[in-house]
């Protein structure tokens, strides 16, 4: 590609590569044959050698003769685009004489009857840099302004506007023009036109049109409007002391008719108030906008303008109050990744004053949810939304736990599994904390219970159960709840002889009766022994207990559960007498009926040897109550639930403090109005704005490895005849190749051309052209890849070239490889450790990595992985404090594909060397990602060995 202009590109497909000489020759062929298609390919031809930097100084005369008189409205475009990439000056830089016949069908095309045709020679007008050629045309351009057409009128100011820029000398009354001009405008777009142009060369103009018609901005169109409060911005951005002259028009233009216009003006008018009165008028805007708003893309961008405008006026509560109940609003909308994100802001914005409304409103959707009879996903995951959002509510507000508890409880018998679980993790820690709540949140569990449907659900119940049923009347219930949802004892026997009775009965035919068998074995010291075994394959029905059903099923882990709830309301129930000796041997007869029920042919599924030891365990420590262990059962175990919840709430305290925005005492206050304008460094929120949708998030300057030098490639070597060096610009989903090309020799090579090719997930979407390159030349030219996975790719190919007046087979020089670097699609990601587990049991791709390293601090050695792989830890900083010799921790990541990524790092350490081994784990969903981040580690740890 060349450095000539152009702002169109055209593909043109051809068998044979035109020469210029050919296409003189179509030129007069389609005059003599009046061939008006002929002349629009040649045109196009012409148009495409031109942009592969072929010059064709011969083919000037030709359009001008064959071309230029037609009326085609196609080849008016075409012809618009050659003038424009047509070399106008000869080599001493003087104006070609050939183009004053070219200005003089530019005056003619101003001039023409079609209103079209006018319009877009003013259009092409302004990409001219020749004021040779521009100022014969000066009259006719402001005739334009008159107009009758607003298509005309509005193409003629920007010209005027472009002109004025580049070429002050041309026009130099074009403000004073311009400002009269909007004056008597009628037409929105005309008028935006012109206050644009004002905007940017007579500004103190546009403020004297602005205040002679601001009571009139109201009425205006919303493109118009839009350009008035990019004006006011502007303005006071840079003269802070006019602010209050605009702060009403703003307000006036939060009640616009159009969306874009309400959001740019409470943009604004934070900037030019901070008063609660205004932040609250901006809060309001948004909130509206994202309830109005259809589209969900503008929700999500509209909703992180209003998390910045709360993070920016934490402290006004009053604010945060009146912000909460109109977020609230929000739930309504459809979009699970909206309601998402409203909760976690809502969760910012709770505090006492407003905690019983939002609990309330949190209920009502709750309730709403578990009547709707049609659950899809997307009201399953927003039921475990709002019961993190009320678990967050209840351990952060202790007076609303005893409103929420009751609600969310209803939720254990679900069918949503995370959001039972969600639940119970909530219970979990209320009863924990609050004591008042116990009696009945215990209760409850009591009857909820049976209903649960969960598997984990029911662990983690019993588990409470039986760690908080103290007193005599709730062990005893407990017991009760046990006999009711395990069925008649023990459970062999019973079933046995149920299955008999069916069969006797002949109620199922088809059902084999249940039979038990007796067989001779050889025990190990050699005598015999009778084993007796029931030969049957019956099945549960739904009619039996919750218990048993999923003993017969082979769930024995839960029975495991049970046993040691069982165990610690046995131990606790310290009154003497019958009722001891009566829940003692009850609770015997169940674990040994589980016991015997794991070594029968019932179940689905036998019973593991470990839980069949620890339900032995379980009957010895009832049987023997031996102190050690009877303190560990009912007292080592609650202490070690407070400091887990400890430690979480010490995590969370923590994460907030890093959040709050502290203010020293003695820090300096700014006034705007005594700030001097070369003092203020007010940051442009406009033009940042379009840098990061322009250019992306930019990354830390600090880092060495992220600079611009870092991301040239050289491709071939500096002997090679043609020298080539590629920088790699990263932008999420597409790579830009931007390759220098340097022609050594001194001959002009033709047809050059960078032939690329991909390994891996990675798709050429954008081929670069041929281009010529004349001798010790050079040129850049550019290459687009679609990146559509975080995998390691690697981009290879050739340079292929035709020497001028040398025939033979085209020459080539091979290039180097290019290899992706898949850390620019990776960033930290933070997820429970529910979800982490569920996630690591999920995904079936592992890699394992040796450590091989010479740092010899465990800690240093996690930060360097986590650096180097741009993953984030999971593991509390407390787990990993102190000096053990062993360091494990999980760490999680995200790439902008929505992909995960797991890995759990297990470090010992030499206690006499002091140097480090171990393994890293690392799971993914998909075989790329898990093999990317092991090369990549592989690769660090290598040039740490190195280093």
Not at 490 to 495: G, H, K, S
Request: with cysteine.
């Amino acid at each position: 590609m060349t450095d000539q202009p152009c702002s169109v590109l055209i593909n043109v497909n051809f068998s044979t590569t035109p020469t210029e000489q050919l296409i003189k020759q179509d030129f007069e062929v389609a005059q003599s044959t009046k061939s008006v298609a002929t002349k629009i390919q040649a045109l196009k031809n012409a148009i495409l050698l031109m942009q592969s930097g072929e010059k064709l100084p011969g083919l000037l005369m030709h359009v001008i003769r064959y071309v230029l008189p037609e009326q085609d409205h196609t080849i008016k475009k075409l012809l618009y685009i050659f003038w424009e990439i047509v070399p106008k000056r000869d080599a001493s830089g003087k104006l070609l004489t050939e183009m004053i016949l070219v200005c003089d069908a530019y005056r003619k095309d101003l001039i023409h009857p079609n209103e079209f045709i006018r319009g877009s020679t003013l259009r092409f007008l302004c990409k001219l840099r020749e004021p040779e050629l521009l100022e014969p045309l000066m009259p006719s351009i402001r005739s334009c302004l008159e107009d009758k057409y607003s298509y005309v009128r509005r193409n003629a100011v920007l010209a005027l506007y472009t002109i004025y820029r580049s070429f002050e000398f041309l026009v130099p009354d074009a403000p004073e023009l311009i400002q009269s001009y909007l004056e008597g405008e009628q037409d929105p777009s005309c008028k935006r036109n012109a206050f644009i142009m004002l905007i940017h060369t007579d500004q103190q103009r546009a403020l004297s049109y602005l205040q002679s018609c601001i009571d009139e901005i109201g009425s205006f169109g919303d493109i118009l409007q839009l350009v008035i409060v990019e004006l006011i911005y502007k303005v006071c951005q840079a003269r802070p002391a006019e602010r209050a002259k605009f702060i009403r028009t703003v307000y006036n233009l939060l009640s616009s008719n159009s969306a874009s216009v309400r959001y740019e003006a409470a943009g604004t008018l934070v900037t030019l108030s901070s008063t609660p009165t205004a932040v609250k008028a901006a809060a309001k805007c948004y909130v509206d906008l994202i309830v109005h708003e259809s589209d969900n893309n503008v929700k999500l961008v509209v909703l992180d303008k209003l998390v910045k405008l709360q993070s920016d006026h934490r402290n006004d509560l009053a604010l945060q109050q009146e912000l909460s109940m109109d977020v609230l609003r929000i739930l309504g909308s459809t979009d699970i990744e909206v309601r998402r994100k409203t909760l976690e802001f809502l969760m910012n914005l709770i505090s006492l004053r407003n905690v019983k409304d939002v609990v309330s409103l949190l209920k009502k959707e709750v309730v709403r949810t578990y009547n709707e009879t049609d659950k899809e996903q997307n009201t399953k995951t927003y039921q475990e939304l709002l019961v993190k959002a009320l678990h967050q509510c209840g351990v952060r507000f202790p007076t609303t736990a005893e409103i929420v508890v009751p609600v969310l409880m209803d939720f254990l018998s679900e069918s949503n599994e995370k959001a039972a679980e969600s639940v119970l993790e909530f219970v979990r820690e209320a009863v924990a904390r609050f004591e008042n709540l116990q009696p009945s949140i215990i209760e409850k569990l009591l009857s909820s219970l049976p209903g649960i449907k969960s598997l984990s659900v029911l662990h983690a119940g019993l588990w409470i159960l039986g760690e908080y049923c103290v007193t005599e009347q709730q062990i005893m219930a407990f017991m009760e709840m046990v006999n009711e949802s395990i069925g008649p004892l023990p459970i062999v026997d019973t079933e046995i002889r149920e299955s008999t009775q069916e069969g006797g009965e002949g109620e199922d035919a088809s059902k084999p009766a249940a039979a038990a068998t007796t067989s001779s074995r050889v025990t190990a010291d050699g005598t015999y022994a009778t084993q007796s075994a029931l030969a049957t394959t019956t099945t549960t029905s739904d009619d039996k207990p919750p218990l048993r059903k999923f003993l017969l099923a082979g769930d024995f882990f839960l029975g495991a559960a049970l046993a040691t709830s069982l165990t610690k309301i046995a131990l606790r129930l310290e009154s003497p007498g019958v009722a001891r000796n009566r829940l003692v041997a009850q609770c015997m007869l169940v674990l040994a009926s589980i016991i015997h029920l794991g070594k029968s042919s019932l179940p689905k599924k036998p019973i593991s040897d470990d839980d069949v030891d620890w339900l032995s365990l379980c009957i010895r420590v009832i049987n023997d109550r031996s102190p050690l262990l009877v303190q560990i059962f009912t007292r080592a175990c609650r202490s070690s639930l407070q400091d887990m919840i400890g430690s979480i709430s010490r995590e969370e305290l923590t994460d907030t403090e890093k959040t709050l925005v502290r203010t020293d005492v003695d820090a300096l206050i700014n006034f705007s109005h005594l700030v001097n304008v070369n003092d203020n460094k007010a940051v442009d929120e406009l033009e940042l704005s379009l840098l990061q949708a322009t250019e992306g998030t930019k990354k830390r300057e600090s880092d060495v490895t992220t600079t611009a030098l870092s991301k040239v490639y050289q491709l071939t070597g500096f002997s090679d005849p043609v020298y080539a060096e590629a920088y790699i610009n990263v932008n999420q989903y597409d790579i830009v190749l931007d390759v220098l090309v340097v022609n050594q020799t001194p001959d002009t090579l033709q047809n050059l051309t960078l032939e690329l090719a991909t390994l891996g997930d990675l798709k050429l979407v954008d081929k670069p052209s041929p281009i010529t390159l004349a001798g010790n030349d050079f040129c850049n030219t550019k290459a687009q890849v679609k990146v559509a996975s975080t995998e390691t790719g690697i981009i290879f190919g050739n340079i292929v070239y035709d020497i001028t007046g040398v025939s033979g087979d085209r020459s080539c020089v091979v290039l180097n490889d290019i290899h992706i670097d898949i850390m620019d699609y990776i960033v930290p990601g933070h997820c429970s450790d529910q979800e982490f587990r569920k996630m690591w049991a999920e995904f079936e791709w592992e890699n394992k990595v040796a450590i091989q390293t010479n740092v010899t601090d465990m800690t240093t050695y996690l930060s360097h992985l986590l650096k180097c792989t741009n993953m984030a830890c999971l593991t509390p900083t407390q787990a990993l404090s102190g000096d053990c010799g062993f360091l494990a921790a999980n760490l999680y990541a995200k790439s902008v594909f929505g992909e995960d990524a797991l890995a759990n790092v297990s470090v010992e350490q030499d206690a006499t060397s002091g140097s480090l081994s171990g393994h890293i784990r690392i799971r993914a969903k998909s075989q790329g990602m898990a093999l990317s981040l092991g090369d990549k580690i592989t690769m660090s740890q290598k040039k740490e060995q190195g280093a």
